[in-house]
């Protein structure tokens, strides 16, 4: 069994990895776009085919530790995340690169749920709060290192360096993995649910590919609305079977705790508005406001920053406040900070922007913090798996529609003025209708009890899974 202590980092170098990435790329896409020949908007797909690829694979990843052990599938998911990473690097057209960032995304699929797994089975209770915010701390370096990086290598090298600067982080996760980190596995693990799998799998890509090439242009109308009408009727379809199948590839019954379904509902909303963050922000800068890679970099590595600095004051605020005020009020704050990213200028103070984005991070990390802890608070440990599946799709699907909702707003603004030129004041209306719907999620959070998830917060709790026990053989 690994100590305490190994565990969280070698999780945390997998999510370093991916948070490295997905932040890096942020800041690269206009010049991708450029260099692929392509609208900016449509690098969209390289947002929104990864985190496809995700909710798809992702609902498989509790039941796969489970039947293959965690180590094996840890290891296996860090191999392909970084095989798809030297493949993203190696892309020469949209369709390439669309392709390696599905592949690429079938490894994070698995990487950082079953991580965040082991993690979960192997601190108690009361500890929850701490262990997501301290033992994670290291994972958070990559969306810091990486705007200022990918602005870097962007501005000053190829961007197709920041795919390959994965491959030495990936062969460290690897060794680390096989070196302390157990391959336990459950004993007598239910069958897959491949029919779930299958229309869940369906039913998300249709969902999401349809809404993102909504109004492009890139498909006919009758198309697209063929693949969303289809998404959802295999999502409805799967409602219906998970009421009859024994083991459920995605258990809707969890629904049923209402800890888990207030962060599901209130977090997919929340989620909804901050997932367009990233690809908002880069390109109001750039293509808005003129700014290079680089300097577009180092401003918004002050949201990473934020969220950095956040996490040594998570347990005492929600210890002294309790998660439902903190989440209630928070939500509202972090959707002001959204709001007000809609109010820059090409004139606004730099000093000012890094500020308003560092203020906004620490704000929005604590909410991310309260929302993923509070999802386990009332969940046994034989659901956990189950749970850490669920929770990451909604999670992955929240954040595509979010960008797919942002671009819209854009696109729309852009065809209002009969321009195929973005300008700064495209940007304005996005932010403000994903502030709109960030903030909504509060309604949600407030039906939550007073004393809701208070068992994360206590001095002395009951323990999620004994220290001393394996992860997984809870069962």
């Not at 293959?68 to 690097?89: E, K, P, Y």
């Not at 199948?245 to 888990?260: G, N, S, V, W």
Request: aromatic share 10%; with cysteine.
């Amino acid at each position: 069994m690994p100590s305490r202590l190994l565990t969280p980092l070698i999780i945390a170098c997998a999510l370093f990895m991916e948070n490295l990435d997905s932040t890096v790329l942020a800041t690269a896409l206009p010049a991708i776009a450029v260099d692929l020949h392509e609208d900016p908007i449509s690098l969209k797909l390289a947002l929104t085919s990864y985190l496809l690829s995700l909710a798809i694979f992702i609902p498989a990843s509790g039941w796969a530790a489970d039947r293959f052990g965690a180590r094996t599938i840890f290891r296996g998911a860090i191999v392909v995340f970084t095989a798809g990473s030297i493949l993203c690097g190696f892309s020469s057209s949209l369709p390439q690169f669309v392709a390696a960032r599905i592949f690429q995304g079938m490894g994070g699929a698995m990487m950082v749920p079953v991580g965040r797994l082991v993690l979960l089975r192997s601190v108690p209770r009361s500890e929850l709060v701490q262990a997501l915010a301290y033992l994670t701390m290291p994972a958070l370096i990559g969306p810091i290192l990486g705007p200022p990086l990918g602005g870097f290598i962007t501005t000053y090298s190829d961007w197709r360096w920041i795919f390959w600067i994965n491959v030495p982080i990936g062969v460290l996760g690897v060794v680390l993995a096989t070196l302390y980190i157990e391959n336990i596995k459950e004993p007598d693990p239910p069958k897959l649910d491949a029919p779930g799998l299958l229309m869940t799998g369906l039913g998300l890509s249709g969902l999401m590919f349809g809404s993102t090439v909504a109004g492009r242009g890139e498909f006919p109308p009758v198309v697209v609305a063929g693949l969303i009408g289809a998404g959802l009727l295999l999502l409805g379809f799967y409602v219906r079977h998970a009421k009859r199948a024994a083991h459920p590839i995605i258990d809707l019954k969890l629904l049923e705790i209402q800890t888990f379904s207030a962060s599901l509902y209130g977090g997919f909303l929340f989620r909804l508005g901050i997932g367009a963050l990233p690809f908002l922000l880069p390109l109001m800068l750039q293509l808005g406001f003129g700014l290079t890679p680089f300097q577009s970099g180092c401003l918004t590595f002050g949201a990473a920053a934020g969220s950095f600095l956040m996490k040594a004051t998570a347990q005492p605020i929600l210890r002294r406040f309790g998660f439902r005020r903190v989440m209630v009020f928070n939500a509202l704050i972090s959707s002001a900070f959204l709001a007000f990213y809609g109010l820059f200028t090409a004139t606004t103070p730099w000093w000012l922007m890094f500020t308003l984005l560092l203020a906004g991070g620490f704000f929005r990390s604590l909410e991310f913090t309260s929302i993923n802890a509070i999802a386990y608070a009332d969940v046994d440990n034989a659901a956990m798996s189950r749970a850490t599946s669920f929770a990451s799709v909604m999670q992955q699907l929240s954040l595509s529609t979010g960008v797919a909702v942002g671009a819209a707003v854009i696109e729309l603004s852009r065809t209002a003025h009969g321009d195929a030129v973005l300008r700064a004041g495209d940007f304005g209306a996005a932010f403000f209708l994903v502030a709109l719907i960030s903030a909504a999620s509060a309604l949600i959070f407030m039906r939550l009890p007073p004393t809701a998830a208070a068992s994360l917060t206590a001095r002395t709790a009951p323990a999620i899974a004994s220290a001393a026990t394996p992860a997984g053989r809870d069962t």
